[in-house]
């Protein structure tokens, strides 16, 4: 069964949860955690390129035990320490793990009280049973109560970069479109919908339902079927004449709000809109192409990152959408870090790899001296690398290092850096990497503090929040949008698909107010520049133009934006 990195990435990610349970060795149990985030955060796919024959690219922290490990998942799809592991434990306990307010420690507690599943959970707790567990108590008891029952209700979704490893290559084996909220590029999809166009569905249905990822088919008929992955991902699939594509891509993109808006529309005109076509009484006025079906209502064509109902229709009537970015507008990438700090690459290798993206200016951003973790840079290896920057830039063609800095906010307010040696750069980023549980003025006064330095040039992903797992600390978004506004600093919308902010909403935000964004990969590595394409995804369900992202521009513009953002006051 064909396997990839997301594969990877949660079998360790279990083997460490199910190690902590145990009580493991706590560095074991990070290396695991480490090598999971690693390889999920990894564009090139690790089982395909050893299939191919090549060589794994040598990883952080990544020995050769763990190595080992991902050419057994990779070959077999299969992983012998995971398999052990589970027997140890009742099935579906990491599930468990997934609930707000219940970590491994008090888990194992649960565990030796043969509480082991959501269900056996909800019964304690109801018993009051759980009050009594050291290191629980009343208020536990019922916040975990509450928490098991909102898990229960709610259906799993992918990250949309998670769900592109399994939608690429069986959308490739089909022949198919992927619509849905995938193709609105939203930043988790529930489900993935596959969109065929055949005369012999039932060949189309057949292929699906015998693909290698299938665990189980859910519902069979003639033209429709669906299907759960190995994976867990959810699958749908429609098969429809050629007549009727237009039409049923628009259905199936959604948004649900959207169709039901269009199909208003439809309804004024005395049109009947579904997804087989646009119905005048029986006759088929629209529906071969997407164009046709908004045709059909007086609208020119909306971009499926739009479709939310979230004033497009208006919009399109007005004849006033935004013509959105893409891809190919960016000129440079404003976020990246090398070997010299986290990263997995050198400068130059960098460079090339950017280069090789398309992209004409590169800024390298380290950590600061603060996060030690990721070996951050004091003032004294910060002049090093300006100094291996400007040497290595006279050697480079097509392609210009920036000398930047990722520099810590720290509590108060301040950068972890002193002027001295920020105004030696072209540009400073500046983030908040600890103290996520200010109360909201604290936080929000510590970011606009920041932000007036008049070194500051971008405020990198503004919100901290990490996809699923960690809610965006308690900001004032506008009031920092409108600092950026009045001192001239640019917001990131940061593409790594864990992040993804600014969000669609403070993208519009910051459009509305008149602050420039910059679409930035935060690239760890040379494989780190795949992620742009979801930042643009994200940057065109803010509305956002080309005009309104900073690192569209060439480099001789963006250097004069960058002097006068130094000198705003
Ligand atoms: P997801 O899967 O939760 O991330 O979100 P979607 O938008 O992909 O939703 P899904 O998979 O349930 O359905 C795909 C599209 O099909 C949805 O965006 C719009 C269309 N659709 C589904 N159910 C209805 C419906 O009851 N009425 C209308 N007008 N459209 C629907
Ligand atoms: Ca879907
Ligand atoms: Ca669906």
Redesign the pocket.
Known sequence: MPVHNADIAAAFEEIAELLELGDENPFRVRAYRNAARVVAGLSLDLPAALAAGQDLPKLPGIGADLDGKIHEIAATGRCALLERLRKKYPAGITELLRLPGLGPKRLRALYERRISSLDALERAARAGKLADIPGFGEKTAQRLLEAARAHAQKKQ?FKLAVAAQYAEPFARHLGAVV????R?M?E????L?FLVVSDKPAQIVKRFAGYGEVKHVTAQGTTRASAILASGVQC?LRVVPKASFGAALH??????AH??AV?KLGIARGLKINEYGVWKGKRRVAGETEASVYAAVGLPYIEPELREAAGELEAARRGELPRLVELADLRGDLHAHTRATDGRNTLREMALAANAHGLQYLAITEHSRRLTMAHGLDPQRLSKQIAEIDALNKTLSGITLLKGIEVDILEDGSLDLPDSILEKLDLVVGAVHGKFDLPRARQTERILKAMANPLFSILAHPSGRLIEERAPYDVDMLAIVRQAQRLGVALELNAHPDRLDLTDAHCRMAKAEGVLVAVSSDAHGVDGFDVLRFGIGQARRGWLERKDVLNTRPLAELRRWLARAAHAD
């Open positions: 979704r619509a849905g909220s995938y609105r939203k988790t999809v529930g489900d919908d749908d259905y199936f993109t959604g948004s649900k169709n039901i199909r």
